[in-house]
């Protein structure tokens, strides 16, 4: 399912792509301090803003923007985001022929870079400029698996959230769910909506399980331990996991799901959502152009956090299941050219802004600390709502299921129905995972 937001993401924003990248202290302070350019600064610069990606076009005009009003000039060498440009980009680096500026992956396919020290971290560019990614959340700025130092000046990047059907709650007589709504909260929703003869939850737990399994777990979770695969079933994570089962199975007893969610497609439950007969649903942000295009009148949709709050010290309802994984990256060899430093950390400034973010965003997460300003931008009701969600976010994480291969998932993916029919235990269900998980170490 990962490689369906992915490319669905691509549909509606820039791919998500980031890259992690570090610069030692020591070393940004042996090199000499950059001053004001003294004339015009050819950069080289590394995309994945081409080909059929929809924001290719706003990155060519943003670059003739950039280089009228500063008199710099800007080499671009961008080109779809595809194993191909993976890579050159890595050969690149190898070779000594590294962009001044580059906007690539996180993960593993960046942590060479970060273990050579060829790109520069957030924190030793703001030693020497403060204001530098001032307008982001920090809290929310990608990380490197490698040292948990950030490294990324985010763009846009995917959201998991629920999705709200405002015509079922209204004929329902329930509120709008809102930051501060709770689980005790939202199940008290889901039953006055089951009593109005509606279907509180629209969901196809034989095929897509995997939104409410993520949300369920961080909902008896801590978030900064969420993508964190247990030992076991008895440790702290691991009766996260059984408890995160067991509320599922719970929704699923107290009739919360559609009658046939053991048997539905994923896109037979949608429809329920679409045609007014279902209230909620977890998706991601890739969803909200596919409701669009189902519905009639768009004014009628809403989306808004999945709530949480089950207990304290766990998981709060603004945190969420996202990811913003693109972002642009000094790397070493620009930092230690004094002409270039300047010139490469004023280019990302400018295509960082708050305007320039907005534009390229539109409804995907981003971790601008104002929010996503859609003034002037083309968007519906409904992408309004998921804007003013993400500006809400206080925390993210990725999906923990993101860490599991879809074998390792089967014994709870696969066997879902027999989990919440009580014909399998939520407990042995997560230790039938793990055991796979140890077989592949």
């Known amino acids: 399912m990962r490689l369906k ?70 080499k671009d060498a961008s080109a779809t985001a595809d194993e191909t440009f993976k890579t050159r980009v890595i050969t690149d680096f190898e070779t000594g022929s590294e962009p001044d500026v580059l906007f690539f992956f996180t993960g593993v396919d960046a942590n060479a870079f970060v273990e050579q020290e060829k790109v520069v971290s957030i924190e030793d560019i703001r030693a020497e400029y403060p204001d530098f990614a001032s307008n982001m959340k920090d809290d929310m700025l990608p990380t490197s698996p490698v040292d948990g130092k950030a490294y990324a000046v985010p763009v846009n990047g995917y959201w998991e959230g629920l999705f709200v059907n405002k015509e079922v709650l209204d004929k329902a007589g329930v509120e ?20 109005a003869g509606f279907t509180p939850i629209a969901a196809s737990l034989q095929e897509i399980p995997h939104y409410w399994f993520d949300y369920a777990i961080l909902n008896n979770n801590k978030l900064d331990v969420h993508t964190t695969v247990p030992g076991s079933a008895d440790e702290e994570i691991g009766k996260a996991w059984v408890n995160g089962l067991e509320d599922i199975k719970s929704l699923y007893e107290k009739g919360f799901y559609p009658e046939n969610t053991l048997t539905a497609t994923d896109a037979e439950t949608f429809q329920l959502f679409a045609e007014d007969k279902a209230a909620f649903l977890i998706d991601g942000s890739w969803k909200v152009g596919g409701i669009e295009e189902a519905v009639d009148d768009i004014e009628n949709f809403s989306v808004t956090h999945v709530p949480g709050n089950k207990g304290e010290g766990l998981r709060a309802t603004t945190e969420a299941i996202s990811g913003i994984s693109s972002g642009y990256y000094i790397t070493q060899k620009a930092w230690e050219d004094p002409a270039k430093r300047e010139a490469a950390v004023k280019f990302i400034e400018y295509m960082t802004s708050d305007e320039l973010v907005s534009k390229f965003s539109g409804t995907a997460a981003t ?75």
Do not use: H
């Open 5 to 74: 937001k992915l490319t669905a993401l691509a549909m509606v924003s820039a791919m998500s792509v980031a890259l992690a990248g570090c610069g030692s202290s020591d070393k940004a302070g042996e090199t000499k301090k950059a001053s004001e350019s003294t004339g015009p600064v050819e950069l080289n610069v590394v995309t994945t803003y081409a080909g059929e990606d929809t924001n290719a076009q706003n990155y060519q005009d943003a670059i003739a923007a950039w280089q009228k009003e500063t008199g710099n000039t800007v």
């Open 367 to 441: 971790a601008l600390k104002n929010g996503v300003n859609t003034e002037g931008l083309e968007i519906s009701a409904l992408g309004e709502a998921a804007v003013a969600y993400t500006s809400e976010f206080t925390k993210i994480t990725a999906p923990v299921q993101d860490n599991l291969s879809e074998a390792q998932r089967e014994p709870i993916f696969s066997e879902m129905a027999a989990i919440v029919k009580g014909d399998t235990s939520a407990k042995d269900a997560v230790e039938a995972v793990l055991e796979l998980v140890k077989e592949d170490e």
């Open 176 to 195: 709008m769910p809102t930051k501060d709504t709770t689980w005790a909260d939202f199940l008290d929703m889901c039953q006055k909506v089951k009593d």
